[in-house]
């Protein structure tokens, strides 16, 4: 089998919201997928583009993505990368298409001079658990991720808090 990595571009677009798709019907979150091919486009390939996506093609067919941003360690005054989703087809599990996304990401991190690269896994999601720390990566226990939407960051950004 022939596996190729590729930055994504403006025409794949359709292609990596159908992968969204995949990953949030997986995730049993598809209600909260609200996800548009011009959404994605203005975020992806706009004026301002906030997030980079690699594509992963098995024997020619996009088998799955890694849609990742860089963020900001002030504690090592460099920057990082964080893995906002990775996705593989189910029916091409098994193949190295994951750990080629991780690798190539890793190889971005080092090259772009980042500190580090991290994620998060949904707790249940035991297979993908075990699937990276094989790789090297470590749970970090000690932190707690908060989120503010909706409504809440629109009250939040008026004052009303």
Known sequence: MSLVLRAASAPDVPVIRELIEGLADYEELRHECIATDALLQQALFGERPYAEVVLAELDGQVAGFALFFHNFSTFLA??????????????????????????????????????????????????????????????QDAWTVYRVTGDALTQLASGDA
């Open 78 to 139: 460099r920057p990082g990368i964080y893995l906002e989703d990775l996705f593989v087809r189910p029916a091409v599990r098994g193949h190295g298409v994951g750990k080629a996304l991780l690798q190539h990401l890793a190889q971005l991190a080092v090259s772009r001079g980042c500190g580090r690269l991290e994620w998060s896994v949904l707790d249940w999601n035991v297979d993908a658990i075990g699937f990276y720390e094989k790789l090297g990566a470590r749970a």
